[in-house]
């Protein structure tokens, strides 16, 4: 089993910056990617970002492109979401997820273990 516990949410206004973290631990020795999603009231959880743990490869979602950046420690078993500029649209629960196999990293269903989330709020 593996548990991510994520850090480093809250409010902030807009134009403003954030750093999230997620810590990994338990069964970390095999890992295929790890990414973050949202989920704002009434809606999906989505897409945020994710990187591929062997080779540091990145993906991020349109909306996010540009402002928000994802980095991995492998010797730390961490992943964090540096994000700038935030819009009140930003506003959700940021959960981060992990996957051991070949996944489609843009879809929730994909992933083996995630977090129990942590709130960022936009003020405008």
């Known amino acids: 089993q593996v548990q991510l516990v994520e850090s480093g949410g809250g409010l902030v206004q807009a134009g403003g910056s954030l750093r999230l973290s997620c810590a990994a631990s338990g069964r970390t020795g095999s890992r295929y990617a790890m990414a973050w999603f949202r989920q704002a009231p009434g809606k999906e959880r989505e897409f945020v970002s994710a990187i591929y743990w062997s080779g540091g490869g990145t993906v991020y979602a349109d909306s996010v492109k540009g402002r928000f950046t994802i980095s991995g420690d492998n010797a730390k078993n961490t992943v964090s979401l540096q994000m700038n500029s935030l819009k009140p649209e930003d506003t959700a629960v940021y959960y981060c997820?992990?996957?051991?196999?070949?996944?489609?990293?843009?879809?929730?269903?994909?992933?083996?273990?995630w977090g129990q989330g942590t709130q960022v709020t936009v003020s405008s």
């Open positions: 997820a992990a996957a051991d196999h070949g996944v489609r990293v843009k879809l929730p269903s994909g992933y083996d273990y």
